[in-house]
Structure formats: structure tokens, C-alpha cells
């Protein structure tokens, strides 16, 4: 299909705004290399066997034949194509035609192939996957796992007896993973449910050869909830992904490498006949303990890992428990459903014994999961870390050196204080803490906007006020729409009922209710009911008839004694009720609805305030949640360590939920100490708190950041201006993500060309317009001198001698002039654009 010339015109190519902002970006990038064209051409070749030739369009005839109005096409064709040849050529390389082998791999091998048998020492065992049947044979027992009759057969030889007792369901992902767990572990088989709450940490695989034929060896970790680990060891058939032989351990006990074979029967009939005698007479055994299934949280065998041709690394697979009566979680106080957790217990204790418990509790967990954690992390890349999660920005010159400098052995107990107690500490935890508070996307200018809430909030944390009473007066915020600050909580959702319920209890509980709106929660013991309870809450308060959009900003939003709430397609009306089932004050018609649930959801005897509080500062400080995701607390997402949860949640309570306490024994904390970097890749080790993540910088710490560096609001300015900032708001605008996910910057093409040429870089890197290098003018500073502030300022440290080798080259002591300054400029845009800056490790 043509289209006429005549038909192609300007207006067309800009009919998309945002399509053509992005090819003018495109376009204004930097040339792309000849040496990159090169090595395009080359990859390209080698794929397809088609080479990618460079020509010239001026003498090939061309000129005068494209399209009126085509002219602005035609000049970016060149960056645009090689951006798309680039784009290609990695996906190339990350993808290509390789196979990734995986766990969950081998469970849909299972299920394809029909019968598998695998014969050990003492027993012979038999899997039909796709039946869910699980038989195992010794000389002295048979068993028979059926989970689709939900039955679990045990035969003892010799007599006519048979024990029946439940199984899990086997028609899903969940119990299909647990049933072919128990099947390789064996001595599951006739108890699969004693490997619930099994979770996948970590698993790799190599292919290599064996007497000339293909073999792949995948090793899958997977830790317990009694803490043991478990390492499965599977030579796999490349094809077909089916295991030739596995070996089991679990920690330093060795099991003997077991063999698979693959016969060809009628699975069903066949393995109920060897392991149940046709004239048994069957005896009902009720479980003591309701059995576990398993959940596979991401079962994904098509991603490829980046980087690899022939090994292969992925984790993030989680089998996590689910429960009907009991919880996977051990320790008493968050055992069973969490509406029967109990309290947690505050215990008065010092900064210095919480830090040492902290330690402990963690070094203890490490010791069980045989885990070596990496080395401390050095001073700059302490320094720079609790910078960024303490005042969101990195430290200026003078802030480096001064604390380098300081001999004292408690300086960095007192760089936490001051940092705390700091103008940009409550700044930059407004913002974080609006960011879930607010939902991604809402306009709010008619109610005073976002930065009112964030200077309402900024000024709360600033006094230090208990987070108990910031909470309540965001609960029990009243008055008129245009008075914004608490407000805002509720207008960002319109007022309703069902909303505000689902992110009070996401955002102070840690737990996403909001999946049994319509229906009971799939995975976790909540109810429609449940979640229309605590709905109900929120259904006396003043809202409009019409649109909140449509109404006049001086309406005034109050309690009131009238408004219920119902059953989504039914007229029957939902009282209120906690979480926890505690009952409401009996008879008491003058407290309002919402006074009770703020005096419950922040009492020190609510089991949920206090621990979803002191895992979200973790994870903030962390990158990830004792509880991960952080707001997803419950039976199938079990805390990694109890007791360090319950720690920490005590603290708060006896500190009188005291925000800066968290931080503070968690800043000090020897795992919070810990290198990000390390010789190998060990993702338990993250996982475990024993090498620090890696986080990226969110849209609004990029922009502080280069602020700071670059002196961008005056020579003498530290602290941020992040309120009324017009500059900063366009920048963070810049790096936006869709509505309802949180504003990081990911690296993007368009963010990085917003950094690579955009009007803030622009500023920061100008020769007339940066602080910084307006400041190494000063004839004082060597040239040296001068590129070693360039890296303070901006990663902290001074330059490594590889480094050093590259930068004595570009500039020299003898470099002057309008080239010294230019050159300090490039260096300096490097920088800005290195992926060491736009990361906190």
C-alpha cells in the first residue's frame, strides 16, 4: 500500500505531540559513533547474514524525491534509525533464540510428559501431573496422593486398612509446585503439605557436555520457614527440560542423587493399583493440622536473562503458604489469620540494645542459611547511602569532606542525628510519604494542590510530632475543600467510602483489603464482608450529590449521623467492624464512626499499625520489606524474619511511634553498614539483608541531587527547595510514570536524553550558568583539585586510579584556558549521566 506525496504533509508527523517530543529528542542526541555503526553492522551480519551498509545520499539520486512537507522526517531519519538498529541489535543479544531453563520449567515438563518415575535407595515414587496423582512404594508402606479427590491414601503392607486423610486441591499452579517438590524430596510424599511456605530464593543453570550429548545442570534454592534450606541439584534433558537425575539437600544433610525414568503406562489406574488393595477397608484420619498449599507468586520460564549465552540466572520465583485455620508464619504473635494476630508487645528498651538486638536477630539468620555477608561498606559509599534515604539528596563538598575528616569514633551516630533533625530529612519524607498517601495522576489544584500537602505534612515531621497523631489527624481531617493540607486525603478520593478503605488499610495497615471488594479475598482469609465492614467507617461523612469535581471548593466536610454503606448488588446495609474483630464501644451514639477507627487503627494494641509502620521504614531504607512487597501482609506472604519485625515494632511503640527512632537504630544497624558490592551475584543475600540493594533514585532525588551538586539555587545553598520549586516540578514531570505507579527514574530513552540534553543539564553544565564551575575558576585549585570536587560533589568520592589514568589524559596541569573549562564540563556531564549517580548503593 502507497500513500500520495501530496498526502504526507507537516501536520501529519505532528499530529502526536508526544511522539514528535520525542523524535526532536531523538534528534538532538549526540552523534552516534562510527565505531557503534561498526559494531552494529557487525552483529546485525552475524545474525542474519546481511550486512547494514552506510551510504551516501548525496549523489545517489535521491535529492528533490521526498515528499513536501517530509523534509523534517528525512532529517532525523539518521539518529532515529540508528536508535531502532540499537534497540534490535540488544534485544538481540539479551534474547536471541536461547532457551532459559528454571524450575517452573521443569513442573511444565512434568505435566507434558504424562507418567514420571524416580527410583532411590529405598523407595520408588511416581508422578502423573497432569492427573495430580503422587504415589511413593518402600517395602513396608504405599501411599497415594490424589489431589484431585483431595485425598491422601496410606497403605501399610501386610494389612487391609487404609488411612485416608486430605490433600491439597491439584488444579493449579500453586499445587501442582508443591506436589512436584515433594515428589523429588521424597520424604514429603506422603505429607506434601510439610513443604508449604517453601519459597524459590534463588536458581541457575548451565548447559555443558556429557560423553559428547547436551546436558543442562540447574541448581534451584528454595528457603523453608523453619528456616532450613533447601537445594535441589537437576541434570536436565535440553530439549525437553525433563530431569535425568537430582540430587537433594537440605543444609548439610546430603541425600543420595536419585534417577528419573519415563515409562509409558495408563497413570491413573496404574498407580492407584500399586498402592491400594482393591478389597481395603478405609479409615478416616482427621489432620491435626490443616495442610499448607503452595502459591507461585511468578512462575514466568520465558524471560530471558540479560547478558548470558550459555548460563542462566533468574530468582524471584515465590512459593509462599496458604492456610484455611493456621499461618505459615511461626512465631506466636502473627500466627494464624491475621484478624487473630496478636498485639505486639512493647518492651522499653535503649537505641543501643534495639541496634545490638537488631544484629543479632539478623547474624543469627544468616548463621542458619549458611550466608556470608559482604564486607562494610567503605565511608564514601556510607556516607552518600544515608544521605539519600535521610535528607534525599546527595552531600555537597564541604558535607564530604568535613565528615572524612573527622576523627571522632561517633561520627557517623552524629551524622544521623544531625541529618534527622534536619529541614531536608522532613522534606524529602513528606514526599515519600505522600506518594502512596495521594494516588499517582489526581489533580488537585482546585484544593490547593499537592504542595500544600506536602508542606502540611513536611511541617508535621519537621516538629517531630508522634506519627500516632499524624495519622489521626489525617483520619479525622474536616473543614472546607480549599483548606487542602489533611484534606487532600480525602479529596484525592473523591470521598468514597470504598477507596478511602482500601488505602487506609494498604497505607497504615500493610494490607491490600481492597481484593475482597467484590468478592471474598482469592488468597488470603479476608471477606466482602470484612472489607465492607471497615468500609463502613467512612460511610457518615459529608459528600456531595453531584461530581466532586463540580462542586464549589467552600463545601465543608464533617461526620454526620446519617450514611451507610452496602453490599455491592444488594440492599443489605454493612455495620462497621475491625479488622481484628475487637468489638465497638457498645451503645456509644455520640463518638463518631471515624473517631473510633483512628482511636483502633493507631492504638499500641492494634496488630497491624506498628509493624506495617516499621516495615515500610525498612523497605524505604532498604529497598525491600521485611514483608515484600511492603503492603501485602498476610498468610501467603509470611515476613522474612518475625522477630526482627516485632522488634522493631516495639521500639516504635515504646518510643511513642516516633518516626526518627526507626530510622535512626535501622541507620545504625550493621546490615543497613554492608557493602552493595560484592565479588559474585548472590540474590539470597540481598534477600536475607546481607548485602545492601541497589535502589534507584526517584524522579525527585535526581533532580535534588544535581541541585546540590551543581549549586543550581546559589554558591551557598545545601538544603533543597523542594516546595514552589517551578524548575524542579517541570524536571519531575519530565520523568513521570503512568497513574498508580511510583515516580522513579528507570532510564528510560526519554529520560535519559532529558539528562544527556535538557535544559537542567543545560544549567548545571554551562560555563556561564554552573555554580560548580564558576567556583573552580578560583586560581588557587590545581587542575587535579579541580576534577576531584567534580566527583565529590557528585559521587561522593574521590576518582579510582583507572580512573585517574583516563582523566590525567584529558586534562593535564599545563591544560588551560577555554579548553580547562570546557573540559571540566564534559567531565562534569559524565558524571551526571554515569549510572553511579542515578543509583543509591
Known amino acids: 500500500m502507497t500513500h500520495a506525496p501530496e498526502n504526507h504533509d507537516a501536520a501529519t508527523s505532528a499530529a502526536d505531540p508526544e511522539l514528535e517530543r520525542l523524535l526532536c529528542d531523538a534528534y538532538d542526541a549526540p552523534p552516534v559513533p562510527a565505531s557503534l555503526y561498526t559494531r552494529i553492522e557487525q552483529a546485525v551480519e552475524k545474525e542474519w547474514g546481511t550486512p547494514i551498509r552506510q551510504t551516501s545520499r548525496r549523489n545517489d539520486g535521491s535529492a528533490g524525491k521526498w515528499p513536501r512537507g517530509a523534509r523534517w522526517a528525512h532529517a532525523r531519519l539518521v539518529p532515529i534509525a540508528a536508535c531502532v538498529i540499537t534497540a534490535v541489535v540488544i534485544g538481540l543479544v539479551?534474547?536471541?533464540?536461547?532457551?532459559?531453563?528454571?524450575?517452573?520449567?521443569?513442573?511444565?515438563?512434568?505435566?507434558?510428559?504424562?507418567?514420571?518415575?524416580?527410583?532411590?535407595?529405598?523407595?520408588?515414587?511416581?508422578?502423573?501431573?497432569?492427573?495430580?496423582?503422587?504415589?511413593?512404594?518402600?517395602?513396608?508402606?504405599?501411599?497415594?496422593?490424589?489431589?484431585r479427590e483431595r485425598v491422601i491414601l496410606e497403605h501399610r503392607k501386610g494389612t487391609s486398612t487404609v488411612q485416608r486423610r486430605p490433600a491439597p486441591p491439584g488444579d493449579d499452579?500453586?499445587?501442582?509446585?508443591?506436589l512436584c517438590l515433594a515428589f523429588v524430596c521424597g520424604d514429603a510424599v506422603s505429607d506434601p503439605g510439610q513443604l508449604a511456605g517453601a519459597r524459590l530464593v534463588d536458581e541457575e543453570w548451565k548447559s555443558h557436555k556429557v560423553d559428547g550429548d547436551d546436558q543442562v545442570r540447574l541448581r534451584v534454592r528454595f528457603a523453608l520457614p523453619s528456616s532450613e534450606k533447601l537445594t535441589l541439584d537437576l541434570t536436565l534433558d535440553p530439549h525437553t527440560s525433563l530431569p535425568h537425575t537430582a540430587s537433594v539437600r537440605r543444609n548439610a544433610r546430603e541425600y543420595t542423587t536419585v534417577a528419573f525414568s519415563y515409562p509409558a503406562t495408563s497413570a491413573a489406574g496404574e498407580l492407584r493399583q500399586r498402592a491400594i488393595p482393591e478389597d481395603a477397608t478405609f479409615v478416616d484420619v482427621s489432620a491435626d493440622e490443616p495442610l499448607l498449599l503452595m502459591a507461585s507468586v511468578s512462575t514466568d520460564s520465558t524471560s530471558p536473562t540479560a547478558g548470558r549465552e550459555d548460563t542462566g540466572r533468574n530468582s524471584g520465583v515465590e512459593l509462599a503458604a496458604i492456610e484455611r485455620n493456621t499461618s505459615a508464619v511461626s512465631t506466636p504473635p502473627m500466627e494464624g489469620?491475621?484478624?487473630?494476630?496478636?498485639?505486639?508487645?512493647?518492651?522499653?528498651?535503649?537505641?543501643?540494645?534495639?541496634?545490638?538486638?537488631?544484629?543479632?536477630?539478623?547474624?543469627?539468620?544468616?548463621?542458619?542459611?549458611?550466608?556470608?555477608?559482604?564486607?562494610?561498606?567503605?565511608?564514601?559509599?556510607?556516607?552518600?547511602?544515608?544521605?539519600?534515604?535521610?535528607?534525599?539528596?546527595?552531600?555537597?563538598?564541604?558535607?564530604?569532606?568535613?565528615?572524612?575528616?573527622?576523627?571522632?569514633?561517633?561520627?557517623?551516630?552524629?551524622?544521623?542525628?544531625?541529618?534527622?533533625?534536619?529541614?531536608?530529612?522532613?522534606?524529602?519524607?513528606?514526599?515519600?510519604?505522600?506518594?502512596?498517601?495521594?494516588?499517582?495522576?489526581?489533580?488537585?489544584?482546585?484544593?490547593?494542590?499537592?504542595?500544600?500537602?506536602?508542606?502540611?505534612?513536611?511541617?508535621?515531621?519537621?516538629?517531630?510530632?508522634?506519627?500516632?497523631?499524624?495519622?489521626?489527624?489525617?483520619?479525622?481531617?474536616?473543614?472546607?475543600?480549599?483548606?487542602?493540607?489533611?484534606?487532600?486525603?480525602?479529596?484525592?478520593?473523591?470521598?468514597?467510602?470504598?477507596?478511602?478503605?482500601?488505602?487506609?488499610?494498604?497505607?497504615?495497615?500493610?494490607?491490600?483489603?481492597?481484593?475482597?471488594?467484590?468478592?471474598?479475598?482469592?488468597?488470603?482469609?479476608?471477606?466482602?464482608?470484612?472489607?465492607?465492614?471497615?468500609?463502613?467507617?467512612?460511610?457518615?461523612?459529608?459528600?456531595?450529590?453531584?461530581?466532586?469535581?463540580?462542586?464549589?471548593?467552600?463545601?465543608?466536610?464533617?461526620?454526620?449521623?446519617?450514611?451507610?454503606?452496602?453490599?455491592?448488588?444488594?440492599?443489605?446495609?454493612?455495620?462497621?467492624?475491625?479488622?481484628?474483630?475487637?468489638?465497638?464501644?457498645?451503645?456509644?451514639?455520640?463518638?463518631?464512626?471515624?473517631?473510633?477507627?483512628?482511636?483502633?487503627?493507631?492504638?499500641?494494641?492494634?496488630?497491624?499499625?506498628?509493624?506495617?509502620?516499621?516495615?515500610?521504614?525498612?523497605?524505604?531504607?532498604?529497598?525491600?520489606?521485611?514483608?515484600?512487597?511492603?503492603?501485602?501482609?498476610g498468610v501467603?506472604?509470611?515476613?522474612?524474619?518475625?522477630?526482627?519485625?516485632?522488634?522493631?515494632?516495639?521500639?516504635?511503640?515504646?518510643?511513642?511511634?516516633?518516626?526518627?527512632?526507626?530510622?535512626?537504630?535501622?541507620?545504625?544497624?550493621?546490615?543497613?553498614?554492608l557493602s552493595s558490592g560484592a565479588d559474585t551475584i548472590d540474590e539470597e543475600r540481598v534477600e536475607w539483608f546481607a548485602q545492601m540493594n541497589i535502589k534507584t533514585l526517584t524522579a525527585e532525588q535526581v533532580y535534588d541531587c544535581i541541585a546540590v551538586a551543581t549549586m543550581l539555587d546559589g554558591a551557598g545553598a545545601i538544603n533543597v527547595e523542594r516546595f514552589g520549586n517551578t524548575s524542579r516540578q517541570e524536571f519531575i514531570q519530565q520523568f513521570r510514570t503512568p497513574t498508580g505507579r511510583s515516580t522513579e527514574y528507570l532510564g528510560g530513552i526519554p529520560q535519559a536524553l532529558t539528562l544527556m540534553n535538557g535544559g537542567l543539564i543545560s544549567s548545571a553544565t554551562g560555563l556561564s550558568s554552573s555554580g560548580l564551575l564558576k567556583s573552580l575558576e578560583a586560581p588557587f585549585f590545581t587542575n587535579r583539585e579541580r576534577i576531584e570536587v567534580l566527583y565529590l560533589a557528585t559521587l561522593s568520592r574521590q576518582p579510582r586510579p583507572d580512573e585517574w589514568e583516563l582523566l590525567d589524559s584529558y586534562i593535564t596541569e599545563s591544560t588551560r584556558g577555554v579548553e580547562l573549562r570546557e573540559g571540566l564540563a564534559d567531565i562534569l556531564w559524565a558524571l551526571l549521566n554515569s549510572a553511579e549517580f542515578t543509583l543509591n548503593h
Open 337 to 633: 489469620i491475621p484478624s487473630r494476630w496478636k498485639p505486639v508487645e512493647p518492651v522499653d528498651r535503649s537505641t543501643r540494645q534495639v541496634v545490638a538486638g537488631i544484629d543479632r536477630v539478623l547474624e543469627e539468620l544468616w548463621a542458619r542459611n549458611e550466608i556470608e555477608p559482604t564486607v562494610p561498606a567503605t565511608d564514601e559509599e556510607l556516607l552518600r547511602r544515608v544521605y539519600l534515604d535521610l535528607a534525599g539528596r546527595t552531600p555537597s563538598v564541604t558535607e564530604v569532606r568535613s565528615y572524612l575528616n573527622d576523627p571522632s569514633a561517633s561520627r557517623y551516630e552524629d551524622l544521623v542525628e544531625h541529618l534527622l533533625t534536619g529541614p531536608d530529612h522532613a522534606s524529602h519524607l513528606a514526599t515519600v510519604w505522600r506518594r502512596f498517601l495521594i494516588p499517582e495522576g489526581v489533580d488537585l489544584s482546585r484544593f490547593g494542590g499537592i504542595e500544600a500537602f506536602d508542606r502540611w505534612l513536611a511541617d508535621r515531621f519537621a516538629s517531630n510530632d508522634s506519627y500516632d497523631e499524624v495519622v489521626r489527624s489525617l483520619l479525622l481531617a474536616e473543614g472546607r475543600l480549599s483548606q487542602s493540607g489533611p484534606l487532600l486525603f480525602y479529596s484525592a478520593v473523591k470521598l468514597d467510602a470504598d477507596q478511602l478503605a482500601s488505602r487506609t488499610s494498604r497505607v497504615f495497615l500493610g494490607m491490600r483489603l481492597e481484593c475482597a471488594q467484590c468478592h471474598d479475598h482469592p488468597f488470603e482469609p479476608w471477606t466482602q464482608q470484612d472489607f465492607w465492614r471497615f468500609a463502613a467507617f467512612f460511610g457518615q461523612i459529608s459528600r456531595p450529590q453531584a461530581e466532586l469535581e463540580t462542586v464549589s471548593t467552600v463545601m465543608r466536610v464533617r461526620d454526620i449521623d446519617r450514611g451507610e454503606v452496602m453490599l455491592p448488588d444488594s440492599d443489605t446495609i454493612v455495620p462497621p467492624g475491625f479488622l481484628d474483630n475487637k468489638p465497638l464501644r457498645a451503645a456509644d451514639q455520640t463518638t463518631a464512626r471515624r473517631q473510633q477507627l483512628a482511636e483502633w487503627l493507631t492504638g499500641a494494641d492494634n496488630p497491624y499499625f506498628a509493624r506495617a509502620t516499621a516495615n515500610r521504614i525498612w523497605g524505604q531504607m532498604f529497598g525491600r520489606g521485611i514483608v515484600d512487597p511492603i503492603d501485602d501482609f
Open 173 to 178: 499452579a500453586s499445587s501442582r509446585n508443591l
Open 94 to 147: 539479551m534474547n536471541g533464540n536461547s532457551r532459559v531453563y528454571a524450575w517452573s520449567t521443569v513442573v511444565d515438563a512434568f505435566a507434558r510428559r504424562g507418567l514420571v518415575q524416580l527410583d532411590g535407595t529405598d523407595s520408588s515414587r511416581w508422578l502423573a501431573l497432569s492427573e495430580g496423582l503422587m504415589s511413593q512404594q518402600t517395602s513396608a508402606v504405599s501411599c497415594l496422593v490424589d489431589t
Open 636 to 673: 501467603q506472604n509470611p515476613p522474612r524474619s518475625p522477630e526482627l519485625l516485632d522488634l522493631l515494632a516495639s521500639q516504635f511503640i515504646s518510643s511513642g511511634f516516633d518516626l526518627r527512632e526507626l530510622f535512626r537504630v535501622i541507620a545504625l544497624s550493621r546490615a543497613y553498614r
